[in-house]
């Protein structure tokens, strides 16, 4: 698997994660209740909420693409409040990542990672993205995933995997 | 990064997944319940509870360790019920998982993976790495960690990701 591949794939999950949006509104609306509960439901008092689980599922993605392409990340505040809101944070880092070519992760394995949160210290690329990134990525992800289950939305697991690259045979 | 480094990363967190059974032993302990009760649990009525979720984690890894290594997958049933039978079901994982050794993976890119479930069609092997084995293996991890920190069991992020191989500078 190439470093290019891994940022795909969090690209590709981020649009299945739209798709879970649709699903919340169409919950909310059926339920009759305001789609904003949902973004502020957590598993535990002292755990994320929805809107949080998804900025961190998106700066996971931006930070691997702009760590591990080579690149500056752009800045996204953590402003969002509402599902409609979420949405747009979504878009705003797709675009970003989808900026970063292929060839921009040509010596990713080996290139220096050395985010504020290491206090100095580094890790390899190959090394930030098997031991934070993915685990990372899909920590968030799926904790968005489990406060809809949790609150009733209909989701099931080919929502959360979407389409594969199958061949006949 | 590499097939090898991929499976490592599901036996590091299988590893970590034994030492929240640790704490979820010492919570019901604390709080005078039975462990049980946190094996059984479930986020939705229709989701798998606990049991169930690491089960399913652990089959991620033997699976990817099988098909992308070249083995046969040797047959672990879905037969625990408790959180002494998981820690087991996990050492019986992780034993087969560190039986595949970093060459078994040499072309593993490009084996064909056919598992029953996709009804006689096939993925690449390094298809089934990035579109399913390393989804589903964070989602059902994720998943038990979700159960237990509904449930007021104290984990933190660190309990998920585990070490990491930091450098100086």
Same mark, same amino acid.
């Given at each position: 698997m190439k470093h290019n591949d891994a940022v795909r794939l969090f690209a590709k999950t981020l649009e299945n994660v739209q798709g879970w949006m649709d699903k919340a509104e169409a919950y909310a609306k059926a339920k009759s209740f305001e789609v904003v509960v949902l973004a502020e439901a957590? #598993? &535990? !008092? $002292?755990a994320y909420q929805l809107t949080r689980q998804v900025q961190a599922a998106c700066d996971q993605a931006k930070y691997a693409a702009a760590y591990l392409g080579g690149k500056q990340p752009p800045s996204h505040p953590d402003t969002e409040k509402t599902v409609a809101e979420l949405r747009e944070r979504i878009k705003k880092c797709l675009s970003f990542v989808e900026s970063?070519? !292929?060839? $921009?992760?040509? +010596? &990713? /394995?080996e290139r220096k990672v050395s985010p504020p949160w290491l206090g100095g210290r580094s890790l390899r690329g190959d090394d930030y993205l098997v031991h934070v990134a993915i685990p990372n990525f899909f920590f968030h992800v799926t904790m968005a995933y489990a406060i809809l289950r949790h609150n +009733?939305? /209909? #989701?099931g697991k080919m929502d959360y995997i979407g389409s594969l690259p199958l061949q006949e045979g």
């Amino acid at each position: 698997m190439k470093h290019n591949d891994a940022v795909r794939l969090f690209a590709k999950t981020l649009e299945n994660v739209q798709g879970w949006m649709d699903k919340a509104e169409a919950y909310a609306k059926a339920k009759s209740f305001e789609v904003v509960v949902l973004a502020e439901a957590r #598993l &535990a !008092p $002292d755990a994320y909420q929805l809107t949080r689980q998804v900025q961190a599922a998106c700066d996971q993605a931006k930070y691997a693409a702009a760590y591990l392409g080579g690149k500056q990340p752009p800045s996204h505040p953590d402003t969002e409040k509402t599902v409609a809101e979420l949405r747009e944070r979504i878009k705003k880092c797709l675009s970003f990542v989808e900026s970063v070519q !292929p060839k $921009d992760f040509d +010596g &990713a /394995e080996e290139r220096k990672v050395s985010p504020p949160w290491l206090g100095g210290r580094s890790l390899r690329g190959d090394d930030y993205l098997v031991h934070v990134a993915i685990p990372n990525f899909f920590f968030h992800v799926t904790m968005a995933y489990a406060i809809l289950r949790h609150n +009733g939305v /209909e #989701l099931g697991k080919m929502d959360y995997i979407g389409s594969l690259p199958l061949q006949e045979g």
